[in-house]
């Protein structure tokens, strides 16, 4: 079975400029998670999205960030513009919630570096 | 809401020795107990939770970790540790049937010397 799929694995783009993190979540799971890992830190918690609908977006800083979930599959989270602080592993997770509890998938994260 | 606390941000151990990680966390609802590692670059791989039941919980790679209410902690121990154990490792708490946020602790780097 394919695990949670990211790309691209590294960025580095310049403050100001646009980027695009891509999430492929494992097949079946109805939840997918965006959380963002400052260096040092545990991961943050940015959105969670129930199929297509973003049900929790609270901890999303939606000046410049955005995110989307169509289809239910896949999903992007975007940011624009970038600042310095915005460097930071960007982790995409998976799950499907059964009677024993929540088991979240991570994928492999994109690291991103703004310079 | 709920929160985490690592108590050890490094622990260094020499190899084949025990070792304990601590984890203590604060919640006004019932929740679930996750210990999470992560090796370099790399996302996080779950090692063990703890939903109900028996409060000694076994993970993979040797791991296992005993819920305790009444102290509300959740350390993760391994008997005889490995140069390949060297990695991060996340407690997370969830709230039971709440809105399956994961709430991560800093993390404790675990580093084995040989």
């Known amino acids: 079975e394919a695990g949670v799929v990211q790309s691209p694995r590294y960025k580095i783009i310049e403050k100001k400029q646009p980027v695009a993190f891509w999430c492929n979540p494992i097949s079946g799971h109805n939840t997918l998670y965006w959380y963002r890992q400052n260096l040092g830190q545990g991961p943050e918690l940015l959105i969670r999205?129930?199929?297509?609908?973003?049900?929790?977006d609270s901890q999303l800083p939606k000046d410049r960030f955005s995110a989307e979930r169509l289809k239910g599959v896949d999903s992007t989270l975007k940011i624009q513009p970038a600042e310095l602080g915005d460097s930071a592993v960007y982790l995409c997770a998976s799950s499907f919630s059964l009677a024993g509890g929540p088991e979240q998938f991570f994928g492999p994260g994109t690291r991103l570096t703004v310079l | 809401a709920q929160s985490v606390t690592q108590l050890d941000s490094q622990v260094p151990v020499f190899e084949e020795a025990p070792v304990e990680l601590r984890c203590n966390y604060s919640s006004s609802v019932s929740v679930y107990l996750f210990w999470y590692v992560q090796y370099p670059n790399q996302g996080l791989q779950l090692l063990l939770k703890?939903?109900?039941?028996?409060?000694l919980v076994k993970g993979i790679n040797g791991f296992e970790a005993e819920f305790n209410k009444s102290q509300t902690s959740f350390h993760l121990r391994k008997p005889s540790v490995h140069i390949s154990d060297t990695a991060e490792y996340f407690c997370a708490v969830s709230p039971v049937g709440g809105s399956e946020k994961l709430v991560f602790g800093k993390g404790t780097k675990l580093t084995v010397n040989p």
């Open positions: 999205y129930e199929n297509e609908e973003a049900v929790d």
């Open positions: 703890y939903l109900s039941g028996s409060t």
